[in-house]
């Protein structure tokens, strides 16, 4: 047991380097209070990452009770029946922000494309489908079937970027291995040539979004450099 525990905390010793180090005003004068902080600071980073609210406070006393080897205030089937009370309530939260955020989503995408088709330059496709040419290329289009290989940026509508591929390679996919709007979108291009997409939700994630960065019935925003295709 005291050699898994070893290898745990050298994991924890090895991440804690990697992300720099802390900047707390904690003072460790021992390797026992250096495993002391790591320990405590990895639990407050998962309850920090899964948002669980705590008052540390209480999260000490059960610390000290545990390590002590103290009874539990609460029975193990009041600890069970707490966080599932807990973890259904918290679902229950997430479910109704979804459905809000679906809703606003809609209402702001549909208002942008009718306002964006009507901007310089802008084409719509029967499906709905926005794109505007920034570079012309040359040659034949790409077809449903084919593996494209591009360069490409997507940005919500309030301007935050969810990803891209510069700073990369270059991203290579089936164009009918991706969303709905990427399929037909690049089947309007030639090789050499850079569009912008405005795609509809309907057309990309829709009602599920791609958690975390896109939201349920999110527009996107793509400007795409198609490379090559085969």
């Known amino acids: ?38 320990v405590g600071f990895q639990i407050g980073g998962t309850l920090k990452q899964q948002a669980i609210p705590v008052k540390l406070d209480i999260v000490m006393n059960g610390l000290r009770d545990a ?6 205030a609460l029975t193990n089937d009041q600890m069970r029946a707490t966080l599932v009370g807990y973890q259904q309530k918290a679902m229950e939260a997430q479910r109704h922000r979804d459905s809000t955020s679906a809703a ?25 489908l926005q794109w505007k040419v920034l570079k012309e290329g040359t040659g034949p289009h790409p077809k449903s079937t084919s593996v494209a290989t591009v360069h490409y940026k997507g940005t919500l509508l309030n ?46 994630y829709g009602p599920n979004g791609s958690p975390p960065r896109i939201g349920p019935n999110a527009t996107l925003i793509f400007e795409v450099e198609l490379l090559s295709f085969k």
Request: hydrophobic content about 35%; overall charge neutral.
């Open 1 to 38: 047991m005291r050699s898994l525990l070893f290898v745990a905390v050298c994991g924890m010793l090895v991440a804690c380097n990697r992300s720099g180090g802390g900047g707390g005003s904690v003072s460790l004068a021992s390797q026992e209070d250096s495993v002391s902080y790591i």
């Open 67 to 72: 390590v002590g080897g103290k009874k539990s």
């Open 104 to 128: 606003t989503n809609v209402a702001e995408g549909e208002k942008f494309l009718a306002d964006n088709k009507k901007a310089e330059g802008v084409q719509t496709t029967a499906s709905g």
């Open 159 to 204: 301007g935050d970027e969810f990803d891209s591929s510069y700073g990369r390679e270059p991203a290579s996919f089936p164009l009918n291995q991706v969303i709905p709007g990427w399929t037909e979108a690049v089947q309007l291009m030639n090789a050499g040539a850079k569009y912008k997409f405005w795609i509809p939700s309907k057309l990309a």
